[in-house]
């Protein structure tokens, strides 16, 4: 110890402890430390306390319980006979199934719509502008009200359901609309849709090799086009073409046959969509005026394709600022569909909320739905974060 | 490392510190009563829009029949029925609204079942109103019966019993249907009235009560005959303070004894000057009713004179007196067919 202190008072390269940046430095991270570790347990132990006092059950043993409510609208098979974690899961692959598919429309309207404010043509790019600028600045719950009530209201009941195209029905119930009967090729056929998307890669490299050695340049994607759909019809041609259509007919209350697509569903992705879209064509937009208009010149003076312009130059560079952005907006389209709550399309906040009150297992339910969404907005976080990593520029 | 010694005895304290708050008692709410004397008013949740039972006016004013009950509690404890704080409450907000504190009791047509008795951790008053589940149609549809209805989309509120009796009924009798779940009850019935659904479910009385109170012409509904449960509505407190149980618990008796002993909200003066021993105890002219409470001896009378008995309260609110012209039926007094019970106030 003595030594210690001598060398300290000694050394003077070193200051005192109290003025050393780097142990006070840890000092503070160790006070902040403990007051986070000491205030979380103190709600914890507080918590505990009010429910033990209050005798309210805990644990996740309701798990395991019979559900006893129904359920509108569901992806996996569900009865009010299952159990409250299987009720769950329903709106889990709810909420799953609208946030993919929004992420995927809104992807594709929004990047339309940034390259339409981009265009030449007056009219088209003022269009763009309005849409960008009505639909970024009203909240998101006004338009879900504004899409349910507009399905609810404008269309008819079932009996006078409008028939907008052959057997497919619009009316407040829905959109009732015909698909093909399960047959066991379509399982044949998915088969041979992911072969052929693996047959890609080997085709992609040939081409490659045979454009550096020879300079002749193989039709990439027509080839591929046909290999994808192509596969998938030998097989449904080798299993006989087992095709027979389940149509939407009118039974009692409503249309049975054939598939329907709620209002609440159709408004939610319509809301979100839209909302979106809105978001991710400023940040297409953007992201395409970050490349320099010399980039562009110097792809045409090297007599490049508008094509090619695009897809070998100036894409790779845009990307690079697109995708951390865009990654932020998937995340928040994925929170945003727990709005569906208000519209009653039974999400996983819909259902979760729906048990706490049931069985009154609210702790436990806010633990969930925290849980599921921390781990859905991990993963998009990582395959973004993936991608990114893909398409950031590569610095030598 | 003296330093380091240092540091590591302020973490330790630090930590200790916060261990030793942790280590204290969660925090009290204490006895309910003395907690709203201190206040001076209490909080009462009540549902957010059910016409007859508790509706805001245009100034945003509560009245109805579960409003009324919280006014004969205020009455009872306070001498003045205004010292209430009303909380509009959906039904999934209710219980945890209850536990958590933030109301310390529940007027809020909620039925009485054990696992919310149990696993909630909450306490039923005595019940105030029995109903029964029904469903609503549009006269167009041309339904008679509740048997007819395979394949209906039915409008329902999310965390009610309603939604699990539906659920058991259709199981039961080897029907389908879709549920379109809104918390909201504007938003539900609102959908039902827009055509979205072909059924409304819930408390029947609630039903006809919505019938006249938002569908633009009642006589294209119909409330069909079938009741498909037993909804007794209770007022509710939390698990942890008898004494407040035992408070609403009599306060709601001796509102129905009220009506049974023919004491009003007019003639309860007279009353006082009655020669029957029970009447004597009840107002508070014997004393000791109100001291075994902790209230004021004069409690059931201030509840009577500002607020009314049971009786009162109905039709003033549900019954003749009111646009829904419901009648007693069930809810009648025991000595006329119905189940209202006052436990005896000695």
């Known amino acids: 110890m003595a030594s210690d202190e001598a060398a300290l008072t000694l050394a003077p390269a070193r200051p005192a402890p109290w003025r050393d940046p780097k142990l006070r430095a840890i000092a503070y991270q160790i006070v902040f430390v403990a007051a986070v570790v000491g205030a979380v347990g103190f709600l914890v132990h507080n918590m505990l306390g009010n429910i033990s006092r209050q005798n309210i059950a805990t644990g996740f043993g309701f798990l395991r319980k019979e559900a006893a409510f129904g359920i509108g609208e569901s992806l996996i098979p569900y009865s009010p006979a299952d159990t409250y974690g299987r009720a769950f899961l329903v709106g889990l692959s709810n909420t799953l199934y609208v946030a993919a598919l929004g992420i995927v429309l809104a992807t594709i309207l929004g990047t339309v719509m940034g390259l339409a404010r981009l265009s030449g043509n007056w009219l088209v790019a003022k269009l763009a502008q309005i849409y960008v600028e009505t639909f970024r600045n009203i909240p998101l719950l006004l338009q879900l009200f504004f899409w349910w009530g507009l399905l609810n209201t404008a269309a008819p009941a079932p009996r006078q359901a409008w028939q907008v195209l052959p057997d497919v029905f619009v009316s407040n119930r829905g959109i009732a609309y015909p698909v093909p009967v399960a047959s066991p090729a379509y399982k044949w056929m998915a ?30 994607g027509w080839a591929g086009l046909g290999i994808v759909l192509g596969l998938p019809l030998i097989v449904f041609v080798a299993f006989g073409a087992p095709f027979a259509l389940s149509v939407p007919s009118l039974h009692g209350f409503n249309f049975s046959g054939g598939s329907a697509v709620s209002p609440e569903f ?80 039974p999400d996983l906040v819909s259902i979760a909320n729906t048990t706490m009150n049931q069985t009154g297992q609210a702790i436990e339910g806010i633990a969930m739905i925290m849980a599921v969404y921390l781990f859905i907005s991990l993963s998009i976080s990582l395959a973004m974060n993936l991608y990114n990593r893909a398409v950031a520029l590569v610095e030598r | 490392m003296i330093f380091q010694t240092r540091l590591w005895a302020a973490f330790a304290a630090v930590v200790a510190t916060l261990c030793g708050l942790a280590a204290g008692q969660p925090a009290k709410a204490g006895p309910t009563l003395d907690k709203i004397k201190q206040a001076g008013m209490f909080s009462c949740g009540v549902p957010t829009g059910i016409p007859g039972f508790a509706q805001p006016d245009s100034q945003g004013v509560y009245s109805g029949f579960d409003v009324d009950i919280c006014k004969a509690l205020s009455a009872a404890i306070f001498g003045d029925p205004g010292k ?116 409304m479910t819930g408390d029947a009385t609630g039903l006809a009560a919505q019938r006249i109170g ?8 119909v409330v069909l005959p079938e009741r498909i449960s037993k909804e007794p509505l209770a ?64 409690w059931a009378y201030n509840a009577i004179k500002m607020v009314g008995n049971y009786g009162e309260i109905f039709e003033r609110t549900l019954g003749m007196g009111s646009p829904m012209k419901f009648e007693r039926g069930i809810n009648g007094l025991w000595t006329k067919g119905g189940l209202m019970y006052a436990i005896p106030i000695r």
């Open chain 1, 191 to 220: 088969l041979a849709v992911v072969v052929a998307l693996a047959l890609l890669v080997p085709l992609r490299r040939w081409a490659a090799a045979r454009q550096a050695a020879t300079g002749r340049q193989f039709p990439r």
């Open chain 1, 266 to 345: 159709a408004a939610l992705l319509l809301g979100l969509v839209i909302y979106s879209g809105t978001f991710i064509a400023e940040i297409v937009r953007a992201g395409i005026l970050a490349v320099s208009w010399g980039q562009s010149e110097a792809a045409m003076a090297l007599g490049l394709k508008s094509g090619q312009r695009m897809r070998l130059v100036v894409l790779p560079q845009a990307l690079r600022v697109i995708v951390p952005p865009l990654t932020s907006q998937y995340l928040s389209l994925t929170k945003n569909s727990s709005l569906a709550v208000a519209i009653g399309f």
């Open chain 2, 84 to 199: 209430v704080k009303y909380v509009p409450l959906t039904a999934q907000q209710r219980f945890t609204a209850l536990q958590s504190g933030e109301v310390d009791i529940l007027s809020n047509n909620t039925t009485w079942t054990l696992t919310r008795d149990t696993d909630l951790g909450l306490n039923f008053g005595p019940v105030v109103f029995y109903d029964g589940q029904g469903f609503m149609v549009p006269n167009k549809l041309n339904v008679k019966s509740a048997k007819e209805l395979n394949g209906a989309t039915i409008c329902v509120q999310p965390g009610t019993t309603t939604e699990l009796n539906l659920a058991d009924y259709f199981r039961a009798n080897k029907m389908e249907y879709k549920p379109v779940v809104i918390e909201k009850i504007d938003e539900v019935y609102a959908a039902f009235f827009s055509g979205r659904c072909d059924v």
């Open chain 2, 214 to 221: 938002r569908a633009s012409n009642p006589d294209d509904y």
């Open chain 2, 235 to 298: 007022p509710v407190v939390r698990h942890g303070d008898d004494q407040w149980h035992d408070i609403v618990d009599w306060i709601v008796f001796a509102l129905i004894q009220g009506e049974e002993s023919g004491i009003t909200q007019a003639n309860v003066d007279e009353m006082k000057k009655t020669e029957d021993p029970a009447i004597k105890r009840m107002l508070g002219v014997t004393p000791g009713m109100g001291k075994a409470l902790g209230l004021e001896e004069n």
